[in-house]
């Protein structure tokens, strides 16, 4: 049974470019959650997706935009970006319990994106 | 707001020592919490979880038990491997599926 997957793992990129990252997650999940951990630092929730749409969202900027495809993977997109910005991004898939309780996240081994 | 709190690190112990690591929240309803473990240049792992109050989560030798009282979580293993050394990341489940973490404790066995 494959657990959650992210490419890519490392990704260089320069100020003011667009990146694309993606996970699928775990076999029988069907919600997607991104957090971003910066160095040292606990990692932050960004957005969740279930069903196709952003269900949550934590305080990060419009820059930051996801996608759910009908098989339950994901993209996270980060436009114009900035030095800050550099951090391990990681991936988290669940399983949507009964009403909207929220089952086990489990994670991804994340991408590392360096901006210089 | 919802938060959580871990005794701040490095931590560093001899094989075999008892370890406890600290891990306090503040939360509205009754979220669930989690240990999560984090080995160098991988993602996370999940330890072990706790979904109400007096529940104790334990795997690989590791225990927490969930304190609604005095609202804690601490991690412990009665006795601590090399392999053990990582950081520890302690978090809260809040209704609608976000996860809240602190900061994070680096845990290094020596042998």
């Known amino acids: 049974d494959a657990g959650v997957t992210q490419s890519p793992t490392h990704l260089i990129k320069t100020r003011g470019q667009q990146v694309t990252l993606r996970c699928s997650p775990k076999s029988g999940h069907d919600t997607v959650s991104w957090y971003q951990q910066a160095l040292g630092q606990g990692p932050q929730f960004i957005f969740q997706y279930y069903e196709e749409e952003e269900r949550q969202r934590g305080n990060f900027p419009d820059r930051f935009s996801g996608h759910q495809f009908p098989n339950y993977s994901s993209e996270l997109n980060v436009n114009a970006l900035l030095l800050g910005d550099s951090a391990l991004y990681l991936c988290a898939s669940s399983r949507m319990g009964e009403g909207i309780t929220q089952e086990t996240q489990y994670f991804g081994p994340g991408t590392r994106l360096l901006v210089l | 707001g919802d938060s959580v709190t871990q005794m701040e690190g490095p931590v560093t112990l001899s094989e075999e020592a008892f370890l406890t690591i600290n891990c306090t929240y503040t939360a509205t309803g009754y979220p669930s919490l989690f240990w999560y473990v984090q080995y160098p240049g991988e993602g996370l792992q999940l330890l072990l979880k706790?979904?109400?109050?007096?529940d104790k989560g334990s795997n690989k030798g590791f225990e927490a038990t969930y304190r609604k009282e005095t609202t804690s979580f601490h991690l412990e293993k009665g006795s601590v491997q090399v392999s053990d050394s990582a950081v520890y990341f302690c978090a809260l489940l809040l209704q609608g599926g976000k996860l809240i973490f602190g900061q994070g404790t680096e845990l290094s066995v020596k042998p």
């Open positions: 706790a979904t109400k109050a007096d």
